[in-house]
Structures are given as C-alpha cells and as structure tokens.
C-alpha cells in the first residue's frame, strides 16, 4: 500500500520544528497585498527572518489572480510558498505546497470534504504538494468564521479543542491549525494553546490576533510549533521583525 510521501516543504518544517527551532510563517492575502509589491514585500519578509509565505484569504478571488500573486512572490523569495485555501479557485500549480485541509468544526459539508474532493484532483495534476491539516476555528465575530460557516470554538475551554486536534492526529492529518481569524480582536488563549498541544503529537500551528512581541512569546511558550502573522511587515517592518525574532526566542 502507497502512502502520502512526505515532500520537500514539510521535511523542511519538520527540521526545523524537531531541531527545537519554533516556526515562523507569513500571511499574505491576495485581497489586501498590492499585487504590484507583492514581491518586494516577500522579498522584505524573508530578510526579517520568516520561514515561508502562506497564500490565501477568506474571501474569494480569481485563479488567474492567485497564479499571478503567487508567481511573483516566487520570482522574489527562496523560502516555501504555501497555498492556505478557501476554495477550489485558490489552488495554483506555482505554489511549493498546498495545506490540504479540512475545517472540522464546520457545519457545511462543503468545508468538510466537499471542496477538498474537487480539489483533489487539480492538487494531483498540478504535482502540488499536499500537506495534511486539521483546521480549527475559534470565535464567530471573523470573516473566516462566517465564510467557513463554522461552529466556533470557545477561547477559553481548551479541552473542547483538544478533542478535536486529537480527532485530526487519528484521522491521519499531520499538523493541526488553531485560527482566532485575520482582524481577530484577540490571540487564542495559551492555556488553549497548551491544551491542545499537550494532547496531540503533531505539530500545532496558531494564528490570528497575534500583533505583539509578548503575544508571539506567549504561542511559542505554550506549545505551538509555528505561528502565523499577516503582513504587518508592510505596515511596520520594525515591529514584524521583532514578532519573528520573540517567535525564534530571540530578543524582542
């Protein structure tokens, strides 16, 4: 029997992840990065230190805007682009690796399987990496969470998380996302955090509302192996390199 082979973007986490290097990756949504700079604001993110570009959002945009957005931030940067989907339309055959993921607090079924099924197809034909993930979404009050048409997870009861990330381990998926949602107006608790992350053997990644130094020193402190930002860089270069920095237990 074949299994899912394990490519060279997620050997490439998971060295630094098993080293004891904590992971940084950066957030670019196709929505509100200019396209005419999204490639010298890669380029600026890779100087401050990050570990890879993820590529998504959670509105809808066009296929030929993703190849277009993702082809130039590859021209630019020599670190991983990872395609982070809301839909069939955000896979592109220029990306080093797609998230394969499923939003398993969902109520539709799309969210579940149904566009991971159609999807399936393009991520085979394009010769895209997939890497297995548990997608989980916490508070109602984000676009990610209307979108997605999840049932939100309470922030503060990290045991109700914890069911599910040990559900995403059983089901074969090798990393498991925790999501506050782009615009969150807080970072998901790190006794959450810790909870999740003292329950499971994969990797746990956390985002969303995460807009300090303290706050990414908090994530890494509670367990989680890769944190995730949004382009602050272009807002605040200084404050982006000082979040990478406290993520890798730097200096802030």
């Known amino acids: 029997m074949r299994h899912l082979r394990v490519g ?3 050997r490439y986490l ?15 949504d196709p929505e509100e990065v200019d396209l005419d700079f999204a490639g010298a604001i890669a380029r600026r993110s890779e100087e401050a ?26 021209e630019s940067v020599s670190i991983p682009v990872i395609i982070f989907p809301n839909n069939i339309t955000s896979i592109s055959r220029y990306a080093d690796a797609i998230w394969f ?4 607090n969902s109520t539709d079924h799309y969210y579940l399987i149904g566009a991971q099924s159609q999807g399936a197809v393009l991520v085979k034909q394009y010769g895209l990496e997939a890497i297995p993930m548990g997608y989980l979404i916490f508070g109602g009050d984000t676009a990610v969470a209307a979108m997605g048409r999840a049932l939100p997870l309470p922030l ?11 559900a995403a381990q059983y089901l074969g998926m090798r990393f498991v996302y925790l999501e506050a949602g782009s ?13 999740v992350a003292e329950s499971v053997d994969i990797p746990v990644i956390v985002g969303g ?4 130094t303290e706050a990414a020193s908090d994530m890494v402190r509670a367990g989680a192996k890769i944190v995730v930002t949004g382009t602050v860089v272009e807002r605040d270069y200084e404050a982006y390199r000082r979040i990478i920095r406290a993520v890798k237990g730097g200096e802030p």
């Open 8 to 10: 060279k973007t997620e």
């Open 14 to 28: 998971m060295e630094k992840i098993e080293s004891g290097e904590p992971v940084h990756l950066t957030l670019f």
């Open 49 to 74: 230190g990050t570990d890879g570009i993820m590529v998504g959002g959670s509105t809808i945009f066009s296929q030929n805007l993703i190849d277009t957005f993702i082809k130039s931030i590859k």
């Open 101 to 104: 993921m499923s939003l398993l």
């Open 156 to 166: 503060e009861h990290g045991e109700v998380a914890a069911c599910y990330a040990l």
């Open 183 to 195: 615009g969150a107006r807080t970072h998901i608790p790190p006794p959450t955090v810790r909870r």
């Open 209 to 212: 509302g995460i807009r300090s």
